[in-house]
């Protein structure tokens, strides 16, 4: 017989009379939960590849169900994000309004491919009632510490007068008005993820998943046993940090870098050297934080006019600026030793600085500059003839004695930043207070809706600001005028719990 819709159209309707798919909350003795990523419906319709996403899972669902097991195959769309709201700047259809047509669209699909979902658990992130939970896990966060505001760059368009995401950012440029794209100093909102970087590590090796994705995970994470460094400026005003897992080269470091968005940079810098590093610094902003962090990439940087003291020995060095340091990363300031690292060694060269050699090989190994392995201290005091291991700790313990220098463990993880200036997305359950500072919205309010009344004109402000009804409001604590936080949580922090949703 051909192949025709009509079938499906019959077992389908069976399949819905019958509740074949239907999770059985009573029987609790062989039950399993099955879930895959959900739809974003930022399109119209569903594509090929979400059909590639749900077809292996399906098809796992239905063995399970043959199998005898009791299956709860949920179904959901991951709703918040840019994409409505672009949508909205460009055609002025509200991203409420396109949003749902486009669910309603992609349930339909769905349930005509004949897919196992029970959509009687369906949960939606931007319905009032699943972000309700998403601002309760923030105020959990904040109560305890784990959610914070401070200063951080954005991608910044000047021309259209916003933020973008990284996803908005082509080439550089600007997806909207395809200017040039640069960087920009804001108050953001983060999550202390950092505080949970052991603990993650820890945890890998129980966790059944493939050891490449593992690996991914471990180097992501970035756990580096090291030095916290003291340097002090040559005329005494001021100090910096560096984060090195090489203290046993500190007697070779022939200067020092720092990120060209470091604070200190203004403070250092001479009158000399101030167009050259202003001009450098503008260059820095365009770039993205992978190219600055390529190794294929020319190194490229500017000297300050300033000099450091190098703790170990009192040389003075000259203090450099380069976009291979970031400001996010470690303290933000680097040592430089180009007779033992490759990324010090073609930076030196390229700008013709000094390359001391303070490690050798052991007899027999071929220690060619830059040599980068363990090996024996020459040129370095009392410390010349030890091996590496032994010098790491001893060059610190000494320093330590001098409040210079500690042993601390250092993590390339980052908090996460999940605030964004935009309108489609979860509202930050935070009012500000001139008295009382940030108070959180009382839980009994929660949740904070968002206005259906909004304008999206790019220009720089987040949407909720300009909407006097949702903005202005009064102090839970004191009782006087405040103003909500105008800004929305990243969709990911909506998506990375939807897991959770089941339980009542």
Known sequence: MAYSTKTDEKWQKKWEETGLYKFDRNNIDKKLYCLEMFSYPSGANLHVGHWYNYGL?????????????NVFHPQGFDAFGLPAENYAIKTG?????????????ME???????ATFDWDYEVITCDPGYYKWTQWIFLQLFKHGLAYRKKAPVNWCPSCKTVLANEQVVDGACERCKNEVTKKDLTQWFFKITEYARELLDCLPQLDWPEKTKKIQQNWIGRSEG?????????????????????????GVTYVVLAPENELVDKITTPECRDAVEQYREQAKKQSEIERLSTVREKTGVFTGAYAINPANGDKVPIWIADYVLA?????????????????????TKFNLPIKRVIKGEEGVDDT???????????????????????????????SK????????????????????????????????????????????????????VEFTPDGESPLAKCEEYIN??????GKPAKRDPDTLDTFVCSSWYFLRYPD
Not at 57 to 69: I, P, V, Y
Not at 93 to 105: F, G, V
Not at 328 to 347: I, K, L, S, W
């Open 57 to 69: 899972t399906d098809s796992w669902a239905r063995l399970k169900r043959m199998q005898g097991w």
């Open 93 to 105: 259809i509200h991203p409420r309004d396109s949003t749902y047509s486009n669910i309603r669209t």
């Open 108 to 114: 339909e699909q769905l349930r005509k491919m004949g």
């Open 227 to 251: 030095a916290e460094i003291v340097f002090e400026g040559a005329d005494g005003s001021f100090s910096f940090k560096v984060f090195t897992t090489r203290a046993d080269t500190l007697y």
């Open 328 to 348: 996010g990363y470690g303290t933000g300031c680097v040592m430089a030793v180009p007779a033992h690292d490759e990324r010090d060694y073609e930076f030196a």
């Open 369 to 399: 500059l830059p040599f980068v392995e363990d090996g024996i201290l020459v040129d370095s005091a009392e410390f010349s003839g030890m091996g590496s291991a032994q010098a790491r700790l001893e060059i610190v313990g000494k320093l």
């Open 402 to 453: 001098q409040g210079k220098g500690e042993l601390k463990v250092n993590y390339r993880l980052r908090d996460w930043l999940v605030s964004r200036q935009c309108y489609w997305g979860a509202p930050i359950p935070i009012i500000h207070c001139e008295e009382c500072g940030a108070v959180p919205v009382p839980e009994k309010d929660l949740p904070v809706e968002l206005p259906y009344n």
């Open 473 to 478: 409001t009064t102090c839970p604590k004191c």
